[in-house]
């Protein structure tokens, strides 16, 4: 990881500048960025609009970061392109998301997208993908705890990075906490752009409901900022377009995991649901919480967490809804040891089983799980997409140990 725009604004160059070629909005958030990407790339589709979506991280296949109307680049492109850009990747010395940040502007330039929509990777002020010079509207979702190493250890300092994509003249567009509106204010003012606050914003009347097909009461408030964006923009899409891309994102975008309830047939013959969810931040899994519990549901949760999150405030909020917990860990350095996590998990009072590897634990968890039982697999990317990995592969949920 290496914080700073010199590096992609070089290898931009060498590319003749593909991100001033397109129309963009640019969205940083701690939480929700991901939804708000998906189902304003959606909306666009549905509308007839050429649209690039570029979202990190994946789950299964690198490709799903950079899509152009639903469509994934393809393997020769990113072949193709990295053969044009390798000498000057070397020549710097460029990070695995700057080269990437690239290829997806020039994609989407190569493609002639009618508009991007642009997640950062992390924080905005140094993000890679702050780059790009005059955006139709930037928009900040909600701002919690997460990457303090390199964000800050206050709320104040993440927002404040955060806050770093606004331009001069481009409306911004912002869901966080009142608390924190001074800190937007100073940064909007300084920038000299027009501010709007999501929560401040009253929907015109009368507006009839639109309901996402993500599940959970915090999609609300993300369909409440996409509508607050598109009301800014400069070419206004119809109310059908926009319900119809906000219902039918998954299908549109490829955007998945997030609440999201896999339905096979050996989970249907053992009687067991199973949720599949990203989350793994303390303010992502109090969401998740909140989902549960307005079902009365206590799942049994496997979870493997990386080593840089905050793992013991995430226990005390499995803690609180979670009727058992199975700690499993991912294929990756970064990933927590199962061990370390479940001798965590015990510490916290949690009712825990060490799952040893992903698809290991989730079955261990089916095979002590009762009919009609809940489980839900979460606490980072990594573990989700080795699910998904083993699942598009096999074409079933793996609910017995092998």
């Known amino acids: 990881m290496k914080l700073g725009l010199e590096n992609v604004r070089s290898l931009?160059?060498?590319?003749?500048?593909?991100?001033?070629?397109?129309?963009?909005?640019?969205?940083?958030?701690?939480?929700?960025?991901?939804?708000?990407?998906?189902?304003?790339?959606?909306?666009?589709q549905v509308a007839g609009k050429r649209t690039g979506l570029y979202t990190s991280p994946h789950l299964v296949d690198f490709r799903e970061?950079?899509?152009?109307?639903?469509?994934?680049?393809?393997?020769?492109?990113?072949?193709?392109?990295?053969?044009?850009?390798?000498?000057?990747?070397?020549?710097?010395?460029?990070?695995?998301?700057?080269?990437?940040?690239?290829?997806?502007?020039?994609?989407?330039?190569?493609?002639?997208?009618?508009?991007?929509?642009?997640?950062?990777?992390?924080?905005?002020?140094?993000?890679?993908?702050?780059?790009?010079?005059?955006?139709?509207?930037?928009?900040?979702?909600?701002?919690?705890?997460?990457?303090?190493?390199?964000?800050?250890?206050?709320?104040?300092?993440?927002?404040?990075?955060?806050?770093?994509?606004f331009k001069a003249g481009v409306p911004a567009v912002v869901n966080c906490d009142p608390e924190l509106h001074s800190v937007f204010q100073k940064v909007?003012?300084?920038?000299?752009?027009e501010l709007l606050f999501v929560r401040d914003w009253e929907l015109p009347t009368p507006f009839p409901d639109i309901i996402p097909s993500l599940v959970g009461e915090h999609q609300k408030e993300n369909v409440k900022t996409i509508l607050a964006t598109l009301n800014l923009l400069p070419e206004r899409l119809s109310l059908k377009d926009i319900k119809e891309g906000i219902k039918n994102v998954a299908g549109l975008t490829g955007f998945r995991a997030r609440l999201e309830e896999v339905h096979s047939a050996d989970l249907s013959e053992r009687g067991l649901r199973l949720f599949l969810d990203v989350g793994h931040n303390p303010q992502a899994l109090e969401r998740t919480k909140e989902f549960f519990a307005?079902?009365?549901?206590?799942?049994?949760?496997?979870?493997?967490?990386?080593?840089?999150?905050?793992?013991?405030?995430?226990?005390?909020?499995?803690?609180?809804?979670?009727?058992f917990f199975v700690a499993v860990q991912a294929k990756t350095a970064r990933a927590l040891p199962s061990i370390t996590l479940t001798e965590m998990a015990q510490a916290a009072g949690l009712p825990t089983a060490n799952g040893g590897g992903v698809l290991h634990g989730l079955a261990y968890a089916a095979q002590m799980a009762s009919r009609g039982e809940t489980l839900l697999l979460t606490g980072s990317h990594y573990v989700v997409g080795e699910f998904l990995e083993n699942f598009h592969r096999t074409g079933r949920v793996t609910l017995s140990a092998e």
Request: glycine letters at 8%.
């Open 12 to 44: 931009l160059d060498s590319l003749g500048h593909p991100e001033q070629k397109f129309p963009s909005i640019h969205i940083a958030g701690t939480n929700g960025k991901g939804s708000v990407s998906a189902m304003l790339a959606a909306v666009h």
């Open 294 to 323: 307005a079902q009365d549901i206590r799942p049994i949760v496997i979870a493997g967490m990386m080593k840089d999150k905050d793992v013991a405030e995430a226990l005390k909020i499995f803690k609180s809804f979670a009727s």
């Open 188 to 193: 909007a003012q300084d920038v000299d752009c």
């Open 65 to 165: 970061r950079i899509r152009v109307s639903g469509e994934m680049i393809s393997e020769k492109e990113v072949a193709d392109f990295l053969e044009r850009i390798w000498p000057k990747v070397e020549e710097l010395n460029a990070t695995f998301f700057e080269v990437t940040t690239a290829m997806a502007f020039d994609h989407f330039a190569r493609h002639h997208v009618d508009i991007a929509i642009i997640e950062t990777g992390l924080g905005g002020r140094l993000d890679a993908t702050n780059v790009l010079v005059k955006p139709l509207a930037t928009v900040v979702t909600s701002i919690g705890y997460d990457h303090m190493a390199q964000l800050g250890t206050t709320l104040e300092l993440i927002a404040a990075e955060k806050a770093g994509i």
